[in-house]
C-alpha cells in the first residue's frame, strides 16, 4: 500500500500527505559502505488540517522536532550513504515508538486490545501519536477519532519501516554487515550530581544493539571534537534501535542525540555558528565509519555464533 493513496484502505479518511511524500529515501549513485542514515524527527511538514485540530500556534508546536537534524547529516547520500527522512512532524506522528502505542484517553473510539495503552511512554504524553510537546503543552483541541489514528499508521508508519527494513536488507545482502545510525536532538540538558551535562548521548540499548567497537569508534568522533559524550542515559535508544540492532544477525543499531544548544537557539529554531561545526562534525563521523572496517563486524558476528 502506497502511503500517498488518497485513502488508506478500509478507511473513510484521506491521507493528509495524498499530494505530496511524507518520507523520503536519498540513494547514492552507489552505496560505498554498510552504513544506513535516518532521521525520523526533523520533519517539518505541517499538514494544514492537523495545525487546525491542535491548540498549540506553528511555533510551539514544532517545539518537539529533531530540527534541522536531516540537514547536519545531508551530505550522507553525497558520501555514498543512503538516507531514509520524514517530511511528517514527530508531533503528527512518531515512528520511533511501537506502531500501536496510542494513549486511550486521546480518542473518542475505544481501542483495540492488542494495542499497546500502558507503556511508560504513553504515561509521559510520547506515544506514536502525541498527545503533548515539550514543557507537557497538550496538542490537540479535542479527542481524535480511532480511524485519524489508523490513516497516520496504516499509511505512512508502516509504509516507513518498510522502506527502512528494505535499506537494511539490501546492505546486509549487499555488505554482509548493515549499520543503522539513527539520527536526533535533545533538549540541552542540566548538570546533576556535579557532572558536566552531555553534549551527546549515544544509545546501544546498553550493549544489546552493535557491537563494543563500534560504538567506541563513535564516541572517539565526538569526543575528539571536544564534546562531553555519554551513552544510555538519559536515552538508550527508542524502537528504532531497539527491533532493528540485532548484532547477532549482522545489523546493528545505534542512536545518536546532539544537544540543541550545539547548533540552534532552542526556543526560535533558528540555526547559529554552531550549526555548521555540527555539519562538518556529522560529515567527519560519516568518514570514519566509511573507512571503517565491516568486515570486523563480520567477525564479531561470527564469534558471537
Not at 498549540?56 to 518537539?64: D, V
Not at 547536519?72 to 520511533?96: Q, S
Not at 479527542?143 to 518498510?162: F, N, Q, S
Not at 553534549?199 to 571534537?225: K, M, Q, S, W
Amino acid at each position: 500500500m502506497d502511503f500517498n493513496d488518497r485513502a488508506i484502505k478500509g478507511l473513510g479518511v484521506q491521507s493528509d500527505y495524498s499530494d505530496r511524500p511524507a518520507f523520503e529515501t536519498i540513494r547514492p549513485r552507489r552505496q560505498v559502505a554498510p552504513i544506513i542514515v535516518n532521521s525520523s524527527h526533523s520533519g517539518r511538514d505541517y499538514p494544514a488540517r492537523f495545525l487546525k485540530l491542535s491548540r498549540l500556534n506553528e511555533m510551539a508546536i514544532r517545539q518537539s522536532e529533531d530540527a534541522w537534524v536531516d540537514e547536519i547529516f545531508g551530505r550522507a547520500p553525497h558520501m555514498g550513504l543512503p538516507m531514509l527522512r520524514a517530511n511528517f512532524p514527530r508531533a503528527y506522528l512518531d515512528v520511533n515508538r511501537e506502531p500501536y502505542e496510542l494513549d486511550p484517553k486521546m480518542f473518542r473510539d475505544p481501542l483495540p486490545d492488542h494495542f499497546n495503552t500502558t507503556s511508560p511512554r504513553i504515561a509521559a504524553g510520547l506515544g506514536t501519536i502525541a498527545r503533548i510537546v515539550s514543557e507537557n503543552r497538550p496538542i490537540y483541541r479535542e479527542r481524535l477519532a480511532l480511524e485519524d489514528a489508523l490513516m497516520r499508521i496504516e499509511g505512512i508508519y508502516k509504509p516507513y519501516h518498510k522502506t527502512l527494513q528494505t535499506l537494511l536488507s539490501e546492505t546486509l545482502g549487499h555488505f554482509g554487515v548493515a549499520v543503522l545510525i539513527d539520527c536526533h536532538s535533545m533538549p540541552r540538558l542540566n548538570r546533576g550530581n556535579d557532572r558536566t551535562a552531555p553534549d551527546v548521548v549515544l544509545g546501544d540499548r546498553y550493549g544489546t544493539t552493535c557491537a563494543p567497537v563500534l560504538i567506541d569508534t563513535v564516541e572517539a568522533v565526538f569526543a575528539g571534537a571536544g564534546l562531553n559524550v555519554a551513552r544510555n542515559r538519559p536515552y538508550a535508544g527508542g524502537h528504532t534501535t531497539r527491533a532493528y540492532g540485532r548484532p547477532q544477525y549482522g545489523i546493528h543499531a545505534i542512536q545518536i542525540e546532539f544537544s540543541r544548544h550545539l547548533y540552534m537557539h532552542e526556543l526560535t529554531l533558528q540555526k547559529h555558528q554552531g550549526f555548521s561545526v555540527m555539519q562538518k562534525l556529522a560529515e567527519t563521523l560519516l568518514a570514519t565509519l566509511v573507512r571503517f572496517d565491516a568486515v570486523s563486524l563480520a567477525r564479531t558476528q561470527l564469534a558471537a555464533e
